[in-house]
């Protein structure tokens, strides 16, 4: 027997027939580790509200994904999806974007949602670069590495986001690359279920931007420096820093549980609620 | 037996993509002569015997061409963490 079509089709839109990702670019291994998440949790889609920014890693659920999605202006889709998140508490709420767009222009809102503890779920795909402009040196890129805009090497030292976030507060951080899509799938999983701010960060392969600005190319030889230079968490933490060097640090940071901001608004708006009810009676 | 389904229209090209043969560990991947309608060369199975039904190529596909369809008596998906560095 054989399918017509891949089993999950069933979560994205009829009319979108292909992805809008250059050959070989890791957003969509990222797009199938999310539909994969939500398929193994026996979630439905209506239960979502998908949030993404601009860039090329935006586009994963918008207009790709069969459920209610909001393309945002760039570097704002947090400040957006904590309004959807409070507005409609019982939506799973999650924002899908690039690193230019969540920790440059977007920076703030990352680490006050994850201050605030807010019940989001950010997957943020780590290109290193901003791949949709054209391959402008980002927050993420690594130092020395010439690009459009750096064209004697970027002089400047770049986010490690995951303990950035996790030293933020988040209640969830995970961290996989493009070559751990079933770690990632599951890590997705977990930051769905937590009961707080939960990213996920998802370092992939632009081959078309960041293979041309580190020499890499291919998608596949970017994905064997991914596969050759990954590091577990619980190795690395025995690691001297030297050898960690242009290493890549994968696993899970954080998995704790804490209070949540949109319980704390409407455990808030329930008791002053039941407050001026008492007042009319006197 | 694993049957290894490819959309043909979906995929973007083993040259310049190829992600399924880089992690399929049978080496089954080949570009077949054929174009697909967006003009890239989809991949074709050499010896669809030899699948081992890892699900590798599904997984990492980014653009949801491949579907591995198992049978019960094969092997479970390969160790999660097997690949983790
Ligand atoms: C306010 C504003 N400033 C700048 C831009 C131009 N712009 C569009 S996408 C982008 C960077 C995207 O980088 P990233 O978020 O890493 O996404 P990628 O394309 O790499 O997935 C920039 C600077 C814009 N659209 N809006
Ligand atoms: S420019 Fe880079 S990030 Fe954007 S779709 Fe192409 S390969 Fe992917
Ligand atoms: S991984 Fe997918 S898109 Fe890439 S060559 Fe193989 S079938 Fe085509
Ligand atoms: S399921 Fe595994 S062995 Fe079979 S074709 Fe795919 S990658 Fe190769
Ligand atoms: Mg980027």
Redo the contacts between chains.
């Keep these: 027997m054989s399918v017509s079509e891949h089993p999950l089709r069933k979560y994205t839109r009829r009319h979108i027939t292909r992805t809008t990702t250059c050959p070989g670019c890791g957003i969509g291994t990222v797009s199938q580790a999310i539909l994969r998440a939500i398929d193994e949790l026996g979630l439905d889609m209506d239960d979502f509200v998908f949030v993404s920014g601009i860039g090329c890693s935006a586009w994963i659920p918008s207009p790709f994904y069969a459920a209610d999605t909001l393309h945002t202006t760039h570097g704002r889709p947090i400040a957006f999806a904590t309004g959807v998140k409070l507005g409609l508490p019982d939506k799973n709420v999650m924002v899908v974007s690039g690193d230019g767009d969540l920790t440059a222009i977007g920076g703030n809102h990352l680490i006050h949602a994850a201050r605030r503890n807010v019940d989001l779920t950010v997957v943020l795909v780590n290109n290193g670069i901003y791949g949709m402009t054209g391959g402008q040196t980002a927050p993420t890129t690594p130092r020395g590495l010439t690009t459009i805009t750096s064209p004697y090497g970027t002089m400047e030292h770049h986010f490690d986001i995951a303990p950035m976030v996790a030293a933020a507060g988040a209640s969830f951080v995970a961290r996989w690359t493009t070559y751990h899509p079933r770690q990632m799938t599951r890590s997705i999983k977990k930051g769905i279920q937590k009961k707080g701010f939960a990213l996920i960060e998802a370092v992939s392969q632009c081959p078309v931007q960041y293979g041309k600005a580190s020499k890499l190319g291919s998608a596949v030889r970017i994905l064997e420096y991914f596969k050759e230079n990954s590091v577990r968490i619980d190795k690395a933490r025995a690691m001297e820093a030297e050898a960690l060097a242009g290493k890549i640090i994968v696993g899970e940071w954080v998995d704790i549980a804490k209070a949540e901001l949109t319980q704390e608004w409407t455990e808030l708006r329930r008791k002053l609620r039941e407050e001026s009810e008492c007042h009319k009676l006197i | 037996m694993s049957?290894v389904?490819i959309?043909r229209?979906?995929c973007?090209?083993v040259d310049?993509?190829?992600?399924c043969?880089?992690?399929c560990p049978q080496d089954l991947f080949q570009a077949c002569q054929e174009m697909n309608a967006?003009g890239?060369f989809p991949p074709e199975i050499k010896d669809e015997s030899q699948c081992t039904g890892c699900r590798n190529c599904m997984?990492?596909?980014?653009?949801?061409?491949?579907?591995v369809?198992k049978t019960d008596d094969q092997p479970a998906?390969?160790d999660?963490?097997k690949?983790?560095?």
Aim: aromatic share 18%.
């Design positions: 049957k389904n959309f229209q979906s973007k090209g310049d993509c190829g992600i043969k880089f992690v967006a890239y997984v990492y596909c980014p653009d949801f061409a491949i579907w369809e998906e390969e999660e963490d690949n983790a560095g």
